[in-house]
């Protein structure tokens, strides 16, 4: 029973493309978020929405679109991709309590390659 | 602005070897603390977390975690290393919606 899966979980394609990665949680989080790791392993935040809510928009380009349909599904679109989005895109989910932030939990990752 | 360091990049201990990774933070309240895990090829795997009370947590595999208000830091600790301990190691801050990770840390598990 896996808990956040995302597909696919490899990516090639050209320079120009447009591509989407998609994720789903079944863990009942309200929150849901996507993070790109490069390749010095750094993990940075690039969106987060609560109850499919956008909540957390980092320095990110517009290229990149995410898109939840629903509390359980965390969609990232990617348009006119570029040398440099290639990376290991993971997505995560958890419960907020309180206001605050509880644990995460990952997907095992998509790695783009852009050619 | 909050952040997180980890000093040590690489680390190589040998099989049966205690362990120590550092992880030092910078925020202005009290921090959610965590330490994930990353095999090669493979998503973050949660550790052990540390949110309130006790300072020094226990996690799986064999890991514990000491907070230290005064040194701002949230070392990860292991008494004897497995060759399966062998992954890229993150600690993160929690605050309000946002995790900041460090730059991790590498473990090499000499036989």
């Known amino acids: 029973d896996t808990a956040v899966s995302q597909t696919p979980k490899y990516l090639v394609t050209q320079m120009g493309n447009d591509k989407s990665i998609k994720c789903e949680q079944n863990l009942g989080h309200d929150t849901m978020y996507w993070y790109k790791q490069d390749s010095k392993k750094f993990l940075k935040i690039m969106f987060s929405y609560n109850n499919k809510e956008l909540i957390i928009n980092e320095t990110v380009p517009n290229r990149f679109s995410p898109k939840s349909p629903d509390k359980a599904h965390l969609n990232l679109h990617i348009n006119s991709l570029e040398l440099g989005d290639s990376a290991v895109y993971f997505c995560?989910?958890?419960?907020?309590?309180?206001?605050?932030?509880?644990?995460?939990?990952f997907g095992p990752g998509t790695r783009l390659t852009v050619l | 602005a909050q952040s997180v360091t980890q000093p040590d990049i690489h680390i190589t201990v040998s099989e049966g070897a205690s362990l120590e990774l550092r992880c030092n933070y910078s925020?202005?309240?009290?921090?959610?603390l965590f330490w994930y895990v990353q095999s090669p090829g493979q998503g973050l795997q949660l550790l052990l977390k540390?949110?309130?009370?006790?300072?020094l947590v226990q996690g799986i595999k064999g890991f514990e975690a000491e907070f230290k208000r005064s040194q701002s830091s949230f070392n990860l600790r292991k008494p004897s290393v497995h060759w399966s301990d062998a992954a890229e190691y993150f600690c993160?801050?929690?605050?309000?919606?946002?995790?900041?990770f460090g730059s991790g840390t590498k473990l090499n598990v000499k036989p």
């Open positions: 995560a989910s958890s419960q907020r309590t309180s206001g605050s932030i509880g644990e995460q939990f």
């Open positions: 925020y202005g309240a009290t921090p959610y």
């Open positions: 540390y949110f309130s009370g006790d300072t």
């Open positions: 993160a801050v929690g605050h309000f919606n946002k995790f900041y």
